[in-house]
């Protein structure tokens, strides 16, 4: 929230400020947030509510016209502060600009699927955003990558040799934070990242696993889904956390499958969905639209 | 909204009042509406927003806790509707209270599955409403809804006869509004209702239509889907307007098919999608979350 | 394949036989089955094949009209024999009659939404069947039941009590048994039916299970998928086996849930899937489309 | 079927010959076939059937292990015209080779989206087609075209010029013909094809429409489904005829929509299904499975 928001851009699209919180539910917190905007003359385009029962826990996402306010980003976020600690909002409540144009890291290894998919919603502006950087443990999509003036970095990973290995991700991770980006996406990148780089991406690290979890997970899901025999299989956005494939789902899809597909089909098939639930899952990331809820996620 | 609620229950859920307006748009509505309901002590359980940029038109709905508030749902309506004249709001803003049982027509013809659905869902308690009556042009559907303890009229339709058509509908007419439905289900009835009872029922009743509109509209739509070659069939539920198969939709879905699937296979495919689609409408129109914009639905 | 059929219905629609047989895969099969029929004048109208290449294993499904055979279907399937034993068939290949009325046996609970659906497609023909019993070890379903002129036993399963549970199942399994079934369904029945039971029905019970399968394995699927956060939620429909729910899989599907879904959603949006899943693969199963591959199925 | 194929390639899957027929239905006509090819020693691995019971039609398609037999594919294709001719099958009945590999010409205007996926699909070889050319009536394309070392032709369309268009059509068909495609794909091409060259074209010729046909035909679909209020939204591929949009139906499918989605938003979320209903309609295509009945098609 407030790692030094410095870039602007003049959108196409009208700006808006984005209020995002989450807090303990009782009467009146609609009001009180709502009324917080009104007195500033905040135009309100866009809100969304979620109340939890079992935990009685209240979520919301509110879209404010920019010129609507007598002041900017900052100045609503120190003033919105006040109503976050009155209502004692978790910590990771956020007021953003959505003038302020996205950055993000992608990594990659040897499929392509999901780049390609990203870099053509890239070019036609669809998802309007600084690609920082391109990196891949290997160097197949090299040239598909800087064909759109994005840099790519090879960063081999030796398998079998854990502390190659820790050098590899020291060098990653360096390479990922010189842009400081606002999502770093794990395009079917097939290196387990160490916990510690878990934890500083916390939140901001973005992986698409190639099945429905919570089936399938670990190594070769198709295999898997296969040898089970499923009708149907998937892929899940989910965000990275220490443990393998158990970070809050932020999106899934399936698609059909019959006797008839090899485990081939199945990965083809698969890409489809896979390429598609992971630009779902970071749009609503980028757009803010996303609150977590212990290991679970409210998608405004 | 005036059509004088009178017997209530006691739901074994939590009591609630929701409250549904359109008005025009501007900065402030927001907090307007909450204001109000806060200052009463209106717990806010669910909340949705919707703004149309095309006409800047303004749509909410909102749950609150009836415990919550001081006064009833009457003396809710009645200081809600001096906010509502304050913003001009459409006159067709409604506040209701989910304590009050619903009361549902149902208007078939030989076809059972959207019946049967529906009295599966009465039978469990999901769909906790009493059905006044059932009438059909056929007896076929007698049995079934008299095992559930549910008034069944025979109401025969002479083809090519306007004049005892006319008579038809006038009976059938009497026997729905004998009830004082809520809602007045056309579940597979396969008759043209005459605009003037369009109109008395406007809003209120809903029709499933077997195709995915504005595809196939009129007579025999899984004819002309299988004679099209389309790959897909669906389904509508739509509120019944003078104009056929042309009022607003408020719920879709599809099923493949392929070259494989004789009409009777489309028929047959299909009736798995009509009766799923009619009870998402129905529910939604029941939890009031349907407001009419024009010819189109907003559904919260 | 042999349980002697004897009683025969007129069907409205034509009469075919249908073939259904697996073996190792070779070149000529197919022309050995297809020259096999023309020789005797039969006429394909439906044909199906798979050849599995992980285990080169070659299965077909085949409808002849039955007029175009100048001998009946006990003839057909003892020259059919010869062939089966040539190609070193596995053997459970069978072939049947359209024109003989399938019988269903189903086993429910309290939950009626599937025994609902099945009556329902039962009333409007389209499930061409006998339902020989219905059997419930709590006796909420009797009533609809018996409206459809069908008997309903009342067989409770006391808890925490194996003694007792194994004398009621010894009594459920008379009672199933009695009406020499195709298809014993567990329409959301609840109980774990002991392994020698699931011996005796092999390849003929089928369950539905509220969850995709293998997620969510075991008890209250929906709240495990409500506590992990899942994006979908959905139903299989599989073969019986020995091992709670890791039968062979014959049909699934999803529908969409989101973070404002309780468990109850969950559950109700649920039925609406399991229903449609389970008649999907009563319906394979009874047209004889399901061929057992290990512990996976082919369905044609 | 007699363009001449004349060049080979060695894939790194199974080599394959591929039999598509329709002709019309009576018995043998499987035995006929399958004894065609087992008389010669043909390996069938994959066998697909349909008989049209309305029109008395039957199809299929057969793959056969191209190694199983003791000719090539010519020397196949002219033994089997004498079965095509004795079973008096249509006259585009085809015998193919997925030794050869295809090509595929694109036409595009501004929108890149299906370009992109078509691409990525090549660069992984899930396609493994050449593309002989990228035409389009904008520039807007050709760097990514270019940086996947195919060419890109740019060839403007004057709007509201019939003599100019004229001129511009002559040269794309030269452009296009010179590559000999075996498919053309209209991957949001814009122009409506004149009927001349839908002629030369017929059955090669692949467009993209943005909705679920044969809702919204013609211009701007995506505004007239937000004008209807439809609850979703689809995509069609089919054989490009000189009627507009109303060639034979390949391929559909559709996402969901609500009231808050914009004409933007179903321009953006239709997208992504366009790009997978063409690729889908283009695979089938390439891999011989689909056959033309009437207006509709048999996609095995």
Same mark, same amino acid.
């Given at each position: ?24 539910? /009782?009467?009146? =917190?609609? +009001? ?7 007195? @500033?003359?905040?135009?309100? $385009?866009?809100? *969304? ?123 990653? /991770?360096?390479? =990922?934070? +010189? ?7 794990? @395009?079917?990148?097939?290196? $387990?990242?160490? *916990? ?105």
């Amino acid at each position: 929230m407030d790692r030094g928001w410095d870039n602007w851009r003049v959108s196409s699209n009208e700006r808006r400020y984005v209020i995002r919180l989450g807090c303990p539910d /009782r009467a009146g =917190v609609v +009001a009180r947030i709502s009324g917080f905007l009104a007195e @500033a003359g905040g135009w309100i $385009v866009e809100a *969304a509510y979620h109340t939890d029962p079992d935990t009685n826990w209240f979520f919301t996402r509110q879209e404010v016209r920019a010129e609507s306010l007598p002041f900017g980003v900052d100045e609503l976020r120190r003033r919105f502060g006040e109503v976050a600690r009155e209502l004692s909002a978790k910590s990771d409540w956020t007021v953003t600009d959505t003038g302020r144009r996205r950055r993000v890291a992608i990594l990659v290894s040897k499929e392509g699927h999901c780049l390609y998919d990203l870099l053509g919603r890239v070019h036609s502006g669809e998802l309007d955003v600084d690609i920082t950087a391109v990196v891949g443990n290997h160097a197949d999509l090299a040239g598909i990558t800087r064909a759109h003036g994005i840099p790519f970095h090879h960063v081999p990973f030796p398998a079998a040799d854990p502390e190659g290995k820790a050098a590899s991700f020291a060098q990653l /991770r360096q390479l =990922v934070d +010189a842009g400081s980006p606002d999502a770093i996406v794990l @395009a079917r990148f097939m290196q $387990v990242v160490p *916990a510690e780089l878990c934890a500083e991406w916390a939140g901001r690290a973005l992986n698409i696993h190639h099945s429905f979890l919570p089936s399938f997970v670990g190594a070769r899901p198709y295999h898997q889904a296969h040898q089970r025999g499923v009708k149907l299989i998937g892929a899940t956005c989910h965000y990275v956390t220490a443990e393998l494939d158990q970070g809050p789902i932020v999106e899934q899809d399936v698609i059909r499958v019959d006797h008839g597909d090899s485990v081939a089909d199945m990965v083809r098939k698969g890409r489809d969905i896979e390429k598609v639930v992971l630009a779902r899952g970071l749009r609503a990331h980028l757009e803010s639209r996303i609150l977590l809820h212990g290991n679970k996620t409210v998608v405004f």
